[in-house]
């Protein structure tokens, strides 16, 4: 980073975050921290509803994945625009007309407190945990950037993200999203302008493509079925339709956000919004990592993406034994780029030969991957615990190959993307944490300046366990994948107990509370016991809470309130 | 009594060129479905199946 890349960073963050301290004044008692006031336009929640789920760890986390294993994680999203249809349709006037704070309120006027309580507690678990891998995301960057351990990022950040997250409140948040989104549509555009432009000479685009589907990347859609592959067509049609029902209608860190709306209508408008953009968008950042990688075949990669690591091997006694991997893995890259370069030539002949060329071209990745696998023991060994780069890799990418001044300001998308994501999840994780626990359990009858103290402690709380949480992060491999597991944990049970609540007229309280516990206990058996993948837990646990809470419904005997009028399906 | 022949305006309703939810939804699936194909499309044309290769850095 040069001085004109720091000034851009400097400038652009302290932007966003006087902007969000501007419209934070708005915020006027604990409906306008927690809701806005419900005055939202429709594209604002929109812009924010996609924001809040893409994070920094959709560019960082995603291009990676796209790199290390091509495009076949977009099959997770594909249900999406499905998924916002059944929302709109079923979950949205639920909520909107019950005019609630949180998304768990209305189990208590459907079920019972005890099953509102548990649902809320377990979005506590579930997303204090994502939080803090969304916290250790952009630290990963400025680790990379500035060579620091990434410890001292992710505190920095913290510190930093806390103090700004305790006095801004929902508008603010909604807003900061609203110019962060902009921000990364034209980061995805400059950064697929800069990979082809970056290409040598004589190469173009569709080299880089041909490449790319030479090494199986452009692996987009897979139907065989296997439970326990990770991706297929089959997970993410089923797995992701209730992952993302689990999400946007189950978690409170998205629910609050078109709760914020100043009408139904706009609600709904703000899902349909996500549910157009979504999919072509992670096609292009998944298609930034495989352009990626197909780069990498002509421009050699680091052996190992992350510089701090690496300075920290060559500090230590094994440096020598570093050093002459490295210079191994320059000659096979080399090697492989000749062999590349005839692939591309036999392709534009007519594709004689081709077939023992990509046989040669398997041989030499197998031996640049054993260089890579050898010198990333090293670090291991040096590090004292498993070390995963998959997440340096776009920020080495970008850090090399941008230009001066845009190299701040892609720095700068990422980590505002960051702190918009940070914010709203705190926010939500202060919100149940008050209104679900503290206002219904503790004190019921306080003034609004005091449970809007309470919020703002609520939110310092969960800050520092965030912050706690990402300093382990480190070690849980790609990180969009962690989050997603650790969601899929609980999603599917808490979603569970929404159908149960939409669908079964005859379900009641504890029935749906032994439900849920008995879905959640399943996918933690299902984790820990099994090889299935974690697209799949999702299903699992909706199914065992409709079945569980189905049948004990007719088996128990319901209490004699019934449900209010405006709960009841 | 006869009903009136002028329906009130009914604000509930997506806007733009959507004059209904109905036709919205309908679009979206349309979208989603779209989506499914571009991708299955890059998959047969892309993604060449030459030989065992792959997974290097």
Redesign the interface.
């Known amino acids: 980073m040069t001085g004109i890349d720091w000034g851009v960073f400097a400038a652009y963050l302290f932007g966003v975050l006087g902007f969000a301290l501007w419209q934070s004044r708005r915020n006027e008692g604990v409906e306008g921290f927690f809701l806005g006031n419900r005055t939202m336009p429709w594209w604002a929640i929109g812009l924010s509803v996609m924001a809040t789920q893409a994070s920094a760890i959709t560019l960082i986390g995603t291009t990676g994945q796209g790199y290390t294993d091509g ?1 076949r994680f ?2 997770t999203y ?5 998924a ?2 059944i929302l ?2 079923v979950f949205v006037p639920f909520f909107y007309r019950a005019k609630l704070f949180t998304a768990y309120e209305y189990l208590e006027e459907r079920f019972d407190a005890k099953t509102r309580s548990l649902a809320s507690f377990l979005f506590l678990v579930g997303r204090a945990m994502g939080t803090g891998v969304i916290m250790y995301a952009p630290a990963i960057v400025l680790s990379t950037i500035l060579g620091w351990d990434e410890r001292i990022t992710i505190s920095i950040m913290a510190v930093f993200t806390i103090g700004y997250t305790v006095t801004g409140g929902i508008t603010a948040v909604i807003w900061t999203d609203v110019v962060q989104m902009l921000m990364m549509f034209g980061g995805i555009v400059l950064a697929i302008l800069f990979m082809v432009a970056g290409l040598p000479e004589g190469v173009g685009v569709a080299d880089a ?2 490449i ?10 897979d139907f065989t079925w296997d439970p326990q592959s990770r991706y297929t ?1 089959w997970s993410g049609l089923i797995g992701g339709t209730f992952l993302f029902l689990g999400y946007f209608g189950a978690d409170q860190s998205q629910v609050q956000r078109y709760l914020t709306a100043n ?3 706009d609600s ?2 703000s899902l ?1 919004f996500n ?2 953009m979504k ?2 968008m992670q ?1 292009a950042i998944l298609g930034i990592g495989v352009l990626m990688f197909a780069f ?1 075949h002509f421009e050699q ?1 680091p ?1 190992v993406f992350n510089e701090a690591e690496v300075r920290t091997v060559m500090e230590s006694e094994r440096a020598a034994e570093f050093e002459a991997l490295s210079v191994r893995f320059a000659d096979a890259h080399a090697e ?1 780029r000749t062999t590349v370069m005839a692939i591309l030539e036999a392709r534009d002949l007519g594709g004689g030969g ?2 023992d060329l ?2 040669t ?2 041989s ?3 031996t ?2 054993g260089l ?1 696998e050898a010198a990333k023991a090293i670090v291991t060994d040096i590090r004292g615990s498993e070390s995963n780069d998959t997440n340096y890799i776009f920020p080495t990418w970008l850090t090399t190959y941008f230009p001066v001044g845009l190299v701040g300001l892609m720095i700068a998308t990422v980590f505002a993307a960051a702190m918009s994501s940070i914010d709203s999840e705190l926010t939500a994780l202060s919100s149940a944490t008050v209104i679900d626990f503290y206002r219904r359990w503790f004190r019921t009858d306080a003034t609004d300046a005091h449970y809007l103290t309470v919020s703002r402690l609520a939110t310092l709380f969960w800050g520092i366990t965030a912050w706690g949480f990402a300093l382990r992060a480190g070690q849980g491999g790609s990180l969009i994948e962690l989050v997603n597991e650790v969601g899929s944990l609980v999603y599917g049970s808490i979603l569970g107990a929404f159908l149960l609540a939409f669908f079964v007229p005859r379900a009641h309280g504890t029935p749906a509370f032994l439900g849920v516990l008995c879905g959640v206990g399943t996918v933690v058996f299902v984790n820990f016991s099994t090889e299935v993948g974690w697209l799949w837990w999702n299903p699992i646990g909706v199914g065992m809470v409709l079945v569980v809470g189905t049948l004990l419904s007719f088996v128990m005997t319901p209490p004699p309130s019934t449900p209010s009028a405006r709960t009841a399906p | 009594m006869t009903e009136p022949l002028r329906k009130e305006r009914d ?5 733009g060129p959507w004059k209904s ?1 109905r036709s ?2 309908v679009t ?2 349309v ?2 479905v779209a ?2 194909l ?3 499309w ?2 047969a044309t ?12």
């Open positions: 495009m977009v099959q594909l249900p999406l625009p499905f916002m249809i709109s349709v493509a041909y790319g589907g030479v090494q199986q990347m452009w692996n987009a859609i067509i009408s139904e209508r709904r408008l349909i549910g157009f999919v072509p096609i990498y990669p052996i492989r081709a077939r990509e046989l071209l398997a030499q990745d197998a640049l991957l890579r | 604000d509930n309703v997506p806007g939810w919205i939804y979206l699936a979208w989603g989506c499914i571009f991708l299955i890059i998959t892309l993604n060449l199946d030459l030989g065992p290769v792959g997974g290097g850095p």
